[in-house]
């Protein structure tokens, strides 16, 4: 900030007395004394950011491929909080992935720092694929990002042993190559439908690489390990553990990528290709831990039977933030009465069913937007809807809100149903979430 300008004393005027001056500086000691003690530490007073809004921060470093940041700091932020970086999609934002994601509501519940990096070239997708990308301090995005996770560590205090990343399509192959390019910095990741480190490697200046995207590039184990490793040859410290989802009909990242990411990781982290320990935790999921059976395994993949390249849905976020160690722990996330109560009634046929469902905003604060995302039970498909929007129609469902029900003030309710086929079970869903928040059910 440039300095306030003070004008120059008139010669006319002369100089002070001695005794005056003495007598000034005895006056102003103790007022010096007392600025010093009130004013905050200067990161502080000149970088932090308003609590509990998303906001863009300049000037944060070193970012060679002009990103914007911006960051979400709850009210009740803890002290020396962890930092979760989420990385959007391509033809995303910041903001969008602000506004679509559950990690803000997590935040305000846990404590956390949430940095949302936000491209600005024109294809809005992240770099993955030029030689600058693949390399520690070697140029491009993961430089920037690095330098908003400094910024945060700086600002707030943050813990360093508690940073990770998180993506979806490019944002996951985005934390692919930052748990690469950083291993000193980043404790865990979840990648949403990405590729391994290097696939997308081009030397043209190309951002897409054809055959990575079309799940036909293969590697040994050993051979994608090596390319993690050589993105930061020096190191020799632990190495971030890894989520990795991906729907087994992806046409846009095709699901071979799953089976080459997870060849890639178990080799870096030292660990076997046999799962140590495979469950299915929701309906058409198969997930596989890889070298250890709990929560937080060195490697998780999730598969989703059926599922395409649009595969992340609210509620998703509290298993990673499971998997990060963030949270309560459990196989699944617990449960809690949470600031929501679901009620749900079904009317069943031979071969179908409508279900009513009331959500009941049991908090203190009015919801303005809402996605519940619940698990229908095997065999049943929605065919139609009302009150909301519904995808996928059968597995895990997000319902959004329409425009006329997506303000729910506390104690207020909105009702929406759907239409269903089913091939014998035609029980409701057992467990729900509003925004991320497991609710109540009764």
Known sequence: MRP?????????????????????FGALVPLLAALTLMAPPAAARTEAVPAAALTEVTGFGANPSNLQMYVYVPAAVTAHPA?????????GSGPAMYSGTEYAALADQLGFVVVYPSVTRAGKCFDVSSPQALHRDGGSDPVGIK????????????DPSRVFALGISSGAMM??????????????????????????????????????????????PQEWGDLVRGADPGYTGPRPRMQLWHGTADDTLRYPNLGEEIKQWTNVLGVGQTPAATDSPATGWTRTRYGATGDQPPVEAISLQGITHNLYTYGMGARVLTFFGLSGGGTTPPPSTGPCKVTVTTSAWNTGLTASVTITNTGTSTVNGWQLGFTLPTGQTITNGWGATYSPAS?????????????????????????????????????YTLNGTACAVG
């Open 4 to 24: 306030t300008a003070v004008g120059n004393t008139p010669k006319s005027a002369g100089k002070p007395p001695r005794s005056v001056l003495v007598a000034l």
């Open 395 to 431: 597995g895990t469902v997000t319902a959004t809100n329409a425009s006329y029900d997506g303000t729910i003030a506390p104690n207020a309710s909105a009702t929406i149903g759907y239409q269903a086929n089913h091939t014998g079970n035609s029980t409701a869903p057992t467990a």
């Open 175 to 220: 934390t692919n190559v930052l748990l690469g390019d950083y291993p000193d910095v980043f404790a865990a990741g979840a990648a949403f439908a990405g590729v391994p480190f290097g696939c997308f490697a081009t030397t043209d200046g190309s951002e897409w690489n054809t055959a990575c995207a079309g799940g036909t590039v293969t590697h040994t």
């Open 147 to 158: 330098s908003m996770v400094d910024w945060v560590k700086s600002t707030y205090s943050a």
């Open 83 to 91: 930092v979760v970086v989420a990385v959007h999609y391509c033809g």
